[in-house]
């Protein structure tokens, strides 16, 4: 028996239908990860970022890496990733020299700290970029996920050290100052440090990058000053103590505010 269908109902379930289409897709786009998560990943980073070269600082590791090695090398694991703190004196023999000697390698320290500090800072811009302004063939934005673009870094990163160990082997006429016993402890920190840009990049979408960036490049100085004091006893005395812990609890009020400045989304659905 045939069903027949008259001109008002048929309007009626086109209304219906396009009226559960429309209720089905208001819901703006979000990044799928719970709030907190986003301060997880950014505790994550902050961790491994504070421990990262704890690894590779009791080994001799060469000319090393461009900036980051000779920094710890120079002014402390402590001192290259949080502040200037004075230590307990030990007068050496000729003190002129040795002031000379602490002047220029402070300086270089700070020098190459700047020059990271730079970098660092625009190491999320490509991706930022294209996440903002990219689209693909079918008119879509570029992908919104932040560990999208980890392998690609990474990628940037390996092509780059390449290039630097190429061109630092030819300036040492093929001679280049490799440390066997480094290597282990390389690859750990290396590890370590992916760990950490990971979290970074998922901190920054959950969070957004005006939250996140100001909690992770501060908070690694808190772990790193507190293995200086306790691991390596790069700063002693109780007046350098109550002064780092000062610079501690501002760094961590800082820290505290910043993530407080942003309330989890709500979901309009």
């Given amino acids: 028996m045939a069903t027949l269908f008259f001109p008002s109902e048929v309007h009626l379930e086109q209304t219906t239908n396009m009226s559960t289409l ?7 786009e979000t990044s799928g990860i ?32 461009i900036c980051v090695v000779p920094i710890v090398k120079t002014i402390g694991l ?33 020098i190459l700290s700047l020059v990271s500090g730079i970098f660092y800072g625009q190491m999320f811009t490509p991706s930022i970029y294209i996440q903002d302004n990219y689209k693909t063939a079918d008119g879509h934005k570029a992908s919104q996920e932040a560990l999208d673009y980890v392998f690609a870094t990474f990628s940037g990163i390996l092509a780059t050290g390449t290039v630097y160990f190429l061109i630092y082997a030819a300036i040492q006429k093929n001679h280049p100052k490799i440390y066997p016993r480094a290597i282990l402890p390389g690859f750990i920190s290396g590890t370590m440090w992916a760990v950490a840009t990971s979290g970074w990049f998922v901190a920054n979408k959950v969070l957004s990058e005006a939250v996140a960036f100001p909690i992770i490049t501060t908070g690694p100085g808190v772990i790193a000053s ?12 109780r007046r350098n103590i109550l002064i780092l812990m000062f610079g ?22």
């Fill in 22 to 28: 429309t209720n089905s897709t208001v819901c703006p």
């Fill in 34 to 65: 719970p709030h907190v998560w986003g301060f997880v990943s950014a505790f994550v980073a902050i961790f491994f970022f504070g421990t990262n070269f704890a690894p590779v600082k009791k080994f001799d590791t060469g000319d090393g890496n």
């Fill in 78 to 110: 402590g001192l290259g990733l949080f502040g200037l703190f004075g230590t307990n004196s030990d007068p050496p023999d000729n003190k002129a020299l040795n002031d000379i000697g602490v002047i220029l390698a402070v300086c270089s320290g700070i």
């Fill in 226 to 237: 507190i293995l200086g004091v306790l691991v390596f006893k790069e700063i002693k005395g």
């Fill in 248 to 269: 501690m609890s501002v760094t961590i009020t800082g820290s505290v505010l910043a993530g407080l400045s942003k309330k989890a989304p709500k979901s309009p659905c």
